[in-house]
């Protein structure tokens, strides 16, 4: 049977409408996820098992014989037996618990089945379905869960025998989307636009057998869209080793789901704060290098700054802003013969002073800026502030027209207005993509203008980056209201540390009598 991808999604929405008695929206995906990644596993196991079945049939084999032929030749991963020794002995299949749906006490069985899937399969789905407390009868009723359960069951069997990897990784996309698109701001923490992921992998270009590496990596989707880049353009996307690291456990499992239904293995995804506990080290302790590096970190989060961390080239981020700490972790974490990266941040880290502004002096010293790419505003579920796209190199690096220089593009009018935000076309990521390549000047008439400004011209503005200073088009463009508060609070904040230190001397002086 040809399953469609409108089928697919139709149903696995379906599934999902069901909890709209139970809880909001944005809180289907830590429901919905594990669920259809388990019945992929044991529609996966069960289908690999009729084969086996089929083609041993003359063999004479104990149950434990049978298990152990049948996992050293044919499965790939196991789904054990659950309660074994006991009348209700049965595997932690999703059939085997759906038969169970009218009984009392169906998220434990759930949640029984699920840890025992992953402590079958430590080195592939340790921690992989998170914490897991939709499984509590106080979170999710079981009649609920079972409802779910029942809808999602009317979806065909996703194994490859049924349905194609991309039709698979397909619907678990549509899903990640219709979520954020129902979820409001939570939606960020775990999903960026797909036509933003796509422009700046884009523009970084991976080749067959890079290593691929996103420090804030959600569900996942930079690092499939890399090897779905490859596999459009003629290469080998299974060759790419993906990985990324992801602070919230939950999430994290998401994107390890997401990786493995699009049938991508080669990938490792660990949990924790990158900028705390970068958990990809080489031996000696000092973060490993990658060849791509992409990131779409959370916009100023205030966190504790380093002491002492090599990374912190130019300056410690300030604790109200960890942005450009995101952008040095990325920097030490580029491999230092063709290492080269791409982040998503909020026009804020173009302009900011103090810490952040002897930061980028010392970016723009070394040479490691390619390119700032200025995109529309409202194109964020989390956000509807403009937002940019810095493209960085390792030392060196830069070929000879690109060096001792930072290429400036202005794609701030290139969108298309749609029910909840702006949306980049297919035509919008070939036109920014193709003018990142020629890096000539552009006279904006198609909502489009680049130039390469020299080191000097922007030393000479004090290492600002703003893309107004170098492009006309864009100095309107910026003067969004987001933008403008960035500005005022950076302003009132100096004003304010001014003031106090010039009532300090005056008040030391035997001067009263000044107020704010």
């Not at 980049?424 to 000539?440: E, K």
Request: glycine share 8%; charged share 25%; with cysteine.
């Amino acid at each position: 049977m040809v399953v469609t991808q409108q089928e697919i999604e139709n149903r696995l929405w379906d599934a999902a409408d069901e909890l709209r008695v139970a809880m909001p929206e944005a809180q289907y995906s830590s429901v919905v996820f594990p669920l259809m990644f388990w019945k992929y596993l044991s529609d996966t196991w069960e289908h690999t098992h009729q084969i086996f079945l089929k083609e041993n049939e003359d063999l004479d084999l104990s149950a434990e014989e049978a298990d152990e032929v049948e996992y050293s030749n044919y499965q790939t991963f196991k789904i054990p037996f659950i309660f074994p020794g006991t009348v209700a002995e049965r595997r932690a299949s999703w059939s085997s618990i759906l038969a169970t749906v009218a009984q009392h006490g169906l998220g434990q069985r759930v949640r029984a089945s699920l840890q025992a899937i992953e402590s079958a399969n430590p080195d592939k789905f340790s921690r992989l379905f998170g914490s897991m407390t939709w499984t509590s009868e106080t979170v999710l009723p079981g009649e609920v869960l079972a409802s779910v359960m029942r809808a999602m069951d009317r979806t065909p069997k996703m194994h490859e025998g049924n349905m194609s990897h991309d039709v698979l990784g397909g619907a678990y996309e549509y899903l990640l989307k219709r979520f954020s698109d129902g979820s409001g701001t939570r939606a960020g923490q775990f999903f960026t636009p797909r036509e933003v992921v796509e422009l700046i992998i884009e523009l970084l270009d991976p080749k067959n057998h890079e290593s691929v590496y996103d420090p804030t990596c959600g569900s996942g989707g930079m690092l499939i869209a890399a090897a779905n880049f490859l596999k459009t353009h003629g290469g080998r996307g299974y060759t790419l080793s993906l990985n990324g690291q992801e602070a919230v456990t939950d999430t994290a499992g998401v994107a390890r789901m997401n990786l493995f239904m699009h049938n991508l293995t080669e990938f490792k995804v660990e949990v924790g704060d990158t900028l705390r506990d970068p958990r990809f080290k080489k031996p000696d302790g000092s973060v490993k290098q990658f060849d791509v590096i992409v990131a779409n970190p959370p916009y100023s989060l205030k966190w504790k700054p380093w002491t002492n961390d090599p990374r912190a080239i130019g300056g410690v981020a300030p604790q109200s802003s960890a942005d450009w700490a995101f952008v040095q972790h990325m920097i030490a974490s580029m491999d230092p013969k063709k290492g080269r990266a791409g982040v998503v941040l909020p026009h804020g880290v173009l302009f900011r002073v103090g810490q952040e502004a002897a930061i980028r002096r010392r970016v723009l010293d070394d040479d490691l800026l390619e390119a700032v790419i200025g995109l529309p505003s409202n194109l964020f579920y989390n956000t509807t502030i403009p937002t940019c796209i810095l493209v960085l190199r390792a030392p060196g690096t830069k070929t000879p027209e690109r060096q001792g220089g930072v290429l400036f593009i202005d794609a701030s009018t290139r969108f298309t207005k749609a029910k909840n935000r702006h949306l980049l076309t297919a035509a919008d990521i070939t036109d920014i993509v193709t003018a990142y390549h020629s890096g000539s000047d552009g006279d904006g008439e198609a909502g489009l203008s680049a130039r390469f400004v020299p080191a000097t011209e922007i030393a000479a503005n004090g290492f600002d980056l703003n893309i107004g200073r170098y492009i006309k088009q864009a100095a309107a463009e910026q003067e969004d209201l987001g933008t403008l508060i960035d500005a005022y609070n950076i302003a009132r904040a100096e004003r304010q540390k001014t003031e106090q230190r010039m009532l300090a001397v005056l008040s030391a002086a035997g001067i009263e009598g000044f107020d704010e």
